[in-house]
């Protein structure tokens, strides 16, 4: 099974910016697409950005513009570059990944999440 790791949340001003982790680790064969995604309290969680394996990325429609995602191969990491961070960006950020087991079949793993609270 695959660990996640996940760094780089804590409290941020209006307008501030933060840089979100997600390291995985452990036997695999390779990992497809890398995400995150938010769930603020009493609301569903949410797409924030999501990048495939090679390389194209796409965004929640509230984030365009003001984050984004990216990701090392080499170091089986994804990060989420968030600027401009607004009260509403409050919430806690998980990883996804797409596992690929040495088998060729898949499965999803997420991190256990990382709180973003964003207020002056």
Known sequence: ????VESGGGLVQPGGSL???????GSFFRINEMGWYRQAPGKERELVAGISSG????YGDSVK???TISRDNAKNTVYLQMSSLKPEDTATYYCNLRIIRWD????VAW????????SS
Do not use: K
């Open 111 to 118: 991190g256990r999440g990382t709180q973003v609270t964003v």
């Open 55 to 58: 390389g194209g990325t796409n």
């Open 104 to 107: 060729r079949g898949s499965y």
């Open 65 to 67: 513009g003001r984050f």
């Open 1 to 4: 099974q695959v660990q996640l």
């Open 19 to 25: 840089r979100l982790s997600c390291a995985a680790s």
